[in-house]
Nanobody, 128 residues
Framework: QVQLVESGGARVQPGGSLRLSCKGS????????IGWFRQAPGKEREGIAC????????YYADSVQGRFTISRDRAKNMMYLQMNSLKPDDTAVYYC?????????????????????WGRGAQVTVSS
């Protein structure tokens, strides 16, 4: 059974940092492009970061560029999202997702329909 499980969500003060983790089971994550998405209350799901399977190229939404870093640990079958300089606007449920097929890079990486397996999400709240 394919499963992605996020962890590391928490409440943090503005300016703080968090690292989200995404563990894969039933799926070898290194063969897939992995995206991180988030959804704030009343807003659409937003693609914020992606890492390719071929060469670990990374891509970011303007809203997180320079503050967030996506990475993978192939040996542990884990993905990470390091989030620094957090703002209240970063408050959302964060999801990791694997591309619809192995060795496939979704050109429009920010579109959720390019991903076939999703985690259940981790809540991140940025508030003083």
């Amino acid at each position: 059974q394919v499963q992605l499980v996020e962890s590391g969500g928490a409440r943090v003060q503005p300016g703080g940092s968090l690292r989200l983790s995404c563990k894969g089971s039933g799926l070898t994550l290194e063969y897939y492009a992995i995206g991180w998405f988030r959804q704030a209350p009343g807003k659409e799901r937003e693609g914020i970061a992606c890492i390719s399977s071929s060469d670990d190229s990374t891509y970011y939404a303007d809203s997180v560029q320079g503050r967030f870093t996506i990475s993978r640990d192939r040996a542990k079958n884990m993905m990470y999202l390091q989030m620094n300089s957090l703002k209240p606007d970063d408050t959302a449920v964060y999801y990791c997702a694997a591309s619809v097929a192995a060795e496939y890079f979704p050109g429009a990486w920010w579109r959720s329909d390019n991903y076939g397996n999703w985690g259940r999400g981790a809540q991140v709240t940025v508030s003083s």
